[in-house]
């Protein structure tokens, strides 16, 4: 007897539809937190005064605690259509879990109690607590999703009850292989080119320059860092059980495009079109992740080279498909929405460009 007692088979069209859609969540934090991460680690830099820091900040203040609501939509879209994914990932990375958590509540809370006093070296700590709490989050997600392209390793295991479950096989230390590391890095990289391209999307004068400086130096990093990735993921990870030849095909499209995406940026930052560097590091968010998914199929991101009898994959995993279909209709009347909600907020609501002479200057004394 087994914990998710169902046998490999061919996945059905629904099961299909729901991979694809939470990766289009994951796609989403990642292209909307993504920026929020780098202009939470930009804001220590890019100002050099708490004015100039104030004006960094509210660049994502009316979005940033929107935009973590996608982490947790797509965590329970995993919880709701894949519980045998969501529960073997969970058996083994509590801790990479926690420092992603632990990265929120830092940057949650600094984001809300720096103004709460007037003292320059109060607002300075908590400064560089947004650029920690967003300097974490971004380097475990990338760590993470390096170890699921290169195939976690999952055991089965029998439990007191006589059940047979599939959990981690490794250990916490084994997840930071060179590869990984570099997505770590990669992902570090490419938020705060995100980041940085945004801020001078959204704002004028000194800050919008020294924005434009910092992307035009991390997008030449990123780019790099982008071809070693694609390329050593899609010639060295592509192996795993049962993954289909098409689908590599895919990688390596969505990965050159990537690098493109992000070379195109850093020539448009270097051109001052800012709107055109913002797309290119957004695309080149949305092409990485997407490639990094043709990688997921149909193993859902682990080596089931030691679990062959009961292996995890996207049939095994799923929910009942009466639970698909009704997650389907939820989605189909609820997602439209969201996405029709964020597109407002940005668009028409906060797309006027901020500068410093609408916020005024520390009172030094006062704080004193």
Not at 193 to 206: P, S, V, Y
């Amino acid at each position: 007897m087994t914990l998710f007692d169902v046998p490999a088979m061919a996945p059905s069209a629904l099961q299909i539809l729901w991979l694809i859609l939470i990766a289009v969540l994951w796609i989403g934090f990642f292209f909307l937190e993504g920026f929020d991460f780098g202009v939470g680690m930009l804001v220590p830099f890019i100002g050099k005064n708490d004015q100039g820091r104030r004006l960094v900040i509210n660049t994502i203040g009316p979005h940033w605690d929107g935009n973590e609501v996608w982490l947790l939509t797509a965590g329970g879209a995993m919880f709701a259509a894949f519980p045998g994914w969501y529960a073997t990932l969970f058996s083994g990375l509590y801790l990479p879990l926690f420092l992603v958590l632990l990265g929120l509540i830092i940057r949650g809370v600094a984001f809300e109690y720096r103004s709460k006093r007037e003292d320059p070296l109060w607002r300075s700590v908590w400064d560089w607590c947004i650029a920690i709490g967003s300097f974490l989050p971004a380097l475990v997600f990338g760590v993470g999703f390096a170890n699921f392209v290169r195939g976690l390793a999952v055991e089965n295991v029998t439990n007191v009850f006589g059940d047979t479950i599939v959990l981690f096989a490794g250990s916490f230390w084994g997840l930071f292989l060179p590869f990984c590391l570099i997505g770590g890095l990669l992902f570090v990289s490419l938020f705060v080119t995100h980041g940085a391209f945004f801020i001078g999307l959204k704002t004028t004068g000194e800050i919008h320059d020294r924005a434009q400086k910092y992307g035009g130096t991390m997008a030449i990093v990123t780019v790099v860092l982008l071809a070693v990735f694609v390329v050593w993921a899609n010639l060295a990870y592509f192996n795993l059980p049962g993954q289909v030849s098409w689908l590599k095909i895919v990688a390596w499209v969505a990965g050159v495009l990537a690098i493109v995406a992000m070379a195109g940026a850093w020539f448009m930052n270097s051109q001052n079109r800012d709107g055109w560097a913002f797309i290119g590091s957004a695309l080149a968010t949305v092409t990485l992740v997407a490639m990094m998914f043709a990688h997921f199929y149909p193993g859902l991101g682990f080596n089931n080279g030691t679990t062959t009898s009961n292996p995890i994959d996207i049939t095994t995993a799923s929910s009942s498909p009466l639970t698909l279909t009704i997650m389907t209709w939820a989605a189909g009347i609820l997602v439209p929405i969201v996405l029709a909600y964020t597109v407002w907020s940005y668009f028409f609501v906060f797309r006027r460009r901020l500068s410093t002479k609408n916020i005024p200057a520390l009172d030094v004394t006062t704080a004193a």
